[in-house]
């Protein structure tokens, strides 16, 4: 069962994915700004690394599917970059955290996609799972990075999946 139904569906998480992992590319930025330091900063690093390998395999996938680097934010993601202005570091491993969440079923569900919605941008039989196993990749990095965030989030929260 994936919540993804149509051919357009499919386009649009894969850009929507795209946008977000290039946003979390630039996490970076705010090392200085929230003086964050060893293993704050350390988790940062990775996340921002990671979501830059995902950017670099969700554009293989473009490629493959003959579809455009979004040039435009889609819609459906917030208008602006990251602001963690005013916000203390836990706050902003929380703020993280959540679209690490919708990244991660969004990966899910692309992974799950049904076979004949796939084919209609994957026609090359030979790609269909590798694409299954390039989703399950990213699902259990993400799951990582959700995961990487709650060390950081002060106190008890309970996390769906
Ligand atoms: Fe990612």
Known sequence: MTGIKSKNGLIDQ?????????DMEQLVIWETRIKLKGD????????????????FL????????????????????????????NLDSSQMFDVIQNYEII???????LRDIDEPLL?????????????????????????NHINICQSHIGGFKSIYG
């Not at 554009?59 to 602006?80: C, D, F, Q, V, Y």
């Open 58 to 85: 969700l554009e293989k996938w473009i490629e493959i599917m003959n579809l455009s680097i979004p040039e435009t934010r889609p819609r459906g993601i917030p208008e602006e970059n990251f602001d963690f202005s």
């Open 40 to 55: 704050e900063k350390e988790s940062l690093d990775t996340l921002a690394y990671e979501s830059e390998e995902h950017k």
């Open 103 to 109: 990244l991660r079923d969004s990966y899910t569900d």
């Open 119 to 143: 084919k209609k941008l994957v026609p090359d039989e030979s790609y269909i799972d590798d694409f299954r196993s390039d989703m399950d990749e990213l699902v259990s990095e993400e799951q």
């Open 14 to 22: 894969i850009k929507k994915n795209y946008w977000i992992e290039a």
